[in-house]
């Protein structure tokens, strides 16, 4: 029985995929301050011109540069793993595989991309890099990337994590990252916040805001932002995971793949997993794709599809998107990449054409997941992988109910070594669900009622899963 399927350096895909280039229905575009759509050069202040190309491109396939590919050597091609003590758990007939993602230095999926934008803005000729991270994985993999391309590195961190994860920011600082804590009093944004809450645990969306004011604010013109999720470059640069998904599945002779699953935070990890397989449901192929999310963060599943900012203070172009408002402080659970209100554009039309079905699922129930993976497969996941294994097990245990031996694969986006503090509430049973109330939604989602409304797209091809807004 073949339980790690290798992929060797010489078989390490030469192009990404771009899901632009297929979609059945054209996404809406951004829009800038004027409400007219953000032209390229407009982004010049904030990303180097080799992003913004591939943010904006419709070219299906877009070659990795080597200089890239010797970076992604150091831990790709990553394994495949069947997961068979799992299944013998379950008793499912249905064979489940992971795409192991934790085992780069940073431990999650994030330098795949990290690597790939700080080569861009080092040609460029950038010096210094701004972000902003919620659990730490992101940062962390953008000081690791800086690190490698002698760039510098400053990462605004979510309060809240800042506080729960002291040993993510011993790794940025390990990779030569300045790390602080977010709100923080060294932008504009953050003071206003402070001064109005000295206690919020901080939002992936105030942190975005402060990173962005630094980086255009700095008066030499050697400082960007970088984004680690969300955008359509990030997409693409992820999409090398399943493209060699691909290839293993090819290796092994596993013809099939019947449902796809991600974790969905801003959307990379899903999309680089499951956009190479959403070009074959779009060419016909059968395939269930589902993103999940956490039930007390729910936009893919009950916000509105609208034109939001990608950040608290607006300074982002609004993006359309499933979003809970972008000034929504998401409840303070354990999988911090998971709190965010928007979602990346791309996914957000794949959910409105129906390409893509979201599912929302409870901390608690991922926990369990977590720990019934833990204890069969051995890695511990990083909590918001757990969203992932839960929505995984609820389709094992559903190909068991009717005798289907289904092929189910998701994405294992990163190992929870660093996220140990949220096992132990779980044990010690002081973790809580948080369905999220309609009116705390509503009450962020006022601050959007105002902007302009993206039309929803789509060909009738497949049933929407949000077919009540789109
Ligand atoms: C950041 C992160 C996520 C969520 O971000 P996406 O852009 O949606 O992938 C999921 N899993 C892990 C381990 C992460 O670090």
Not at 16 to 29: E, I
Not at 198 to 207: E, V, Y
Not at 335 to 357: D, F, K, T
Request: with cysteine; aromatic share 8%.
């Amino acid at each position: 029985m073949q339980i790690k399927v290798l992929l060797e350096e010489h078989e390490i895909p030469r192009q990404w995929y771009n899901l632009a280039a297929d979609l059945p229905s054209p996404m809406q575009p951004p829009l800038g301050p004027t409400g007219q759509p953000v032209r390229p050069e407009m982004l010049t202040p904030v990303f180097p011109m080799g992003v913004i190309e591939q943010e904006v491109s419709r070219e299906r396939w877009i070659t990795i540069p080597d200089e890239i590919l010797e970076m992604l050597y150091r831990w790709r091609p990553t394994p495949l793993h069947r997961a068979v003590f799992l299944e013998r758990a379950l008793k499912t007939p249905a064979r489940i595989y992971y795409k192991d993602e934790s085992v780069s230095p940073p431990g999650s999926h994030k330098p795949n991309t990290a690597v790939a934008q700080a080569w861009y803005n080092k040609q460029a000729g950038i010096k210094r890099i701004t972000t902003e991270t919620g659990a730490g994985q992101w940062g962390s993999a953008l000081a690791f990337a800086c690190r490698l391309l002698g760039l510098e590195c400053k990462v605004y961190m979510v309060r809240i994590s800042f506080d729960q994860k002291p040993f993510r920011r011993l790794m940025m600082e390990t990779w030569g990252g300045k790390c602080i804590a977010s709100p923080s009093t060294e932008t504009q944004t953050g003071r206003a916040i402070l001064e109005q809450d000295p206690n919020t645990p901080g939002s992936l969306g105030i942190a975005i805001s402060e990173a962005i004011e630094d980086a255009v604010g700095d008066e030499t013109g050697k400082t960007r932002y970088s984004l680690g999720s969300v955008l359509n470059h990030v997409m693409l640069h992820q999409t090398i995971i399943g493209l060699e998904v691909k290839k293993q599945f090819a290796k092994i002779g596993e013809k099939k793949v019947d449902v796809v699953i991600g974790c969905a935070g801003g959307g990379s990890n899903f999309s680089g997993l499951a956009f190479p397989f959403m070009a074959d449901k779009i060419a016909g192929a059968d395939i269930t794709i589902i993103p999940t999310e956490p039930s007390s963060c729910p936009k893919m599943t009950r916000g509105p599809f609208a034109y939001d900012f990608g950040d608290t203070a607006g300074m982002t172009p609004l993006l359309p998107m499933f979003t809970l408002g972008h000034t929504f402080v998401p409840p303070p659970i354990h999988a911090g990449g998971l709190r965010y209100h928007g979602m990346a554009p791309l996914v957000c039309q794949s959910i409105v054409e129906g390409l893509a079905e979201p599912r929302a699922i409870h901390q608690i129930e991922c926990y369990e997941a977590a720990v019934l993976f833990a204890q069969t497969e051995g890695i511990i996941p990083a909590p918001e992988t757990s969203h992932a294994i839960a929505a995984t097990i609820q389709e094992a245990k559903k190909a068991k109910e009717e005798g289907k031996e289904k092929v189910i694969v998701f994405n294992f986006s990163g190992h929870g070594l660093m996220d140990l503090v949220g096992y132990e509430k779980y044990f010690a049973g002081r973790l809580e669900d948080y369905p999220l109330p309609e009116e705390l939604m509503s009450r962020s989602l006022a601050a959007i009622k105002d902007l302009p409304k993206p039309k929803p797209l789509r060909t009738g091809r497949w049933k929407s899963a949000r077919a009540d807004v789109v």
